[in-house]
């Protein structure tokens, strides 16, 4: 199958998904998790009609940014936009608020306070989530739910005038049954919900959760959206 065949199929899923659910597809964005993929990938993609895209990594989405402009890939009037969906060093704030259209992976309020001094100096007002662990698992990044510091962030937040707290995102554990997943889905809405009686003043719309195998059940549970990759792309090269 072509990424343009894997697309029509996931938007297909995302349909039904939404239909069960008792919601508008329109309300589900679908992202493409591109990261390890070649330009002329997310190229093919976007020529079946995608204009989200996710990178996990600063270095990498940059070098494939010069080969986007020096082949000209994209209409000027209809350029993709890229998120940043992978953990961000501090050091590398002012790098990705220059090159990226979101981020995705707000995990302390120390990165938040850099990104918006650095988006400052950018003169741009960048759109961003906070990742919320709920896993245990080392691997996992983010906030910690109930946690002093995401109190102390969403009391700062008011006063950023270039960061823009969108939603929320998480990663749950994997699993391969995708109902095992179903839990933290949930359980991020229910925060997200609870946070945003205590902060009105603070939008929280997003929820960007579910990836290739989960999506469907993260769609019943009120995502937004959904990070594709392998189900697009194919299997990640090493
Ligand atoms: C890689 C990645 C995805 C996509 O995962 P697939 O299983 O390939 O769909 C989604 N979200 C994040 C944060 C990722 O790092």
Same mark, same amino acid.
């Given at each position: 199958m072509s990424i343009a065949d894997n697309i029509a199929s996931i938007q297909q899923q995302i349909h039904v998904a939404c239909q069960r659910a008792g919601r508008?597809?329109?309300?589900v964005q679908l992202m493409a998790v591109s990261k390890k993929h070649s330009a002329q990938s997310i190229q093919e993609a976007y020529g079946a009609g995608l204009r989200v895209f996710g990178e996990n990594r600063v270095q990498e989405y940059a070098s494939k940014r010069e080969e986007f402009e020096a082949e000209e890939m994209f209409a000027a009037d209809a350029r993709p936009i890229f998120h940043l969906i992978g953990p961000l060093q501090s050091n590398k704030a002012a790098r990705a608020v220059e090159i990226?259209? &979101?981020? #995705?992976?707000?995990?302390?309020l120390r990165l938040a306070e850099k990104l918006n001094q650095a988006a400052e100096k950018e003169k741009k007002i960048i759109p961003v989530l906070l990742e919320i662990k709920l896993s245990a698992e080392e691997s996992k990044h983010g906030l910690l739910p109930q946690s002093a510091e995401l109190t102390a962030l969403l009391e700062c937040a008011?006063?950023?005038?270039?960061l823009k707290i969108v939603g929320m995102m998480t990663v749950p554990p994997? &699993?391969? #049954?995708a109902e095992l997943a179903r839990p933290y889905f949930r359980r991020l809405r229910e925060i997200r919900d609870a946070l945003s009686r205590e902060y009105p003043n603070i939008t929280l719309d997003q929820l960007s959760m579910g990836m290739s195998h989960d999506f469907a059940v993260a769609i019943e549970e009120g995502s937004t959206c959904v990070r594709i990759g392998t189900a697009i792309f194919g299997a990640r090269p090493m």
């Open positions: 508008s597809s329109a309300d990226f259209d &979101a981020i #995705d992976t707000i995990d302390s008011v006063d950023w005038r270039n994997f &699993a391969e #049954d």
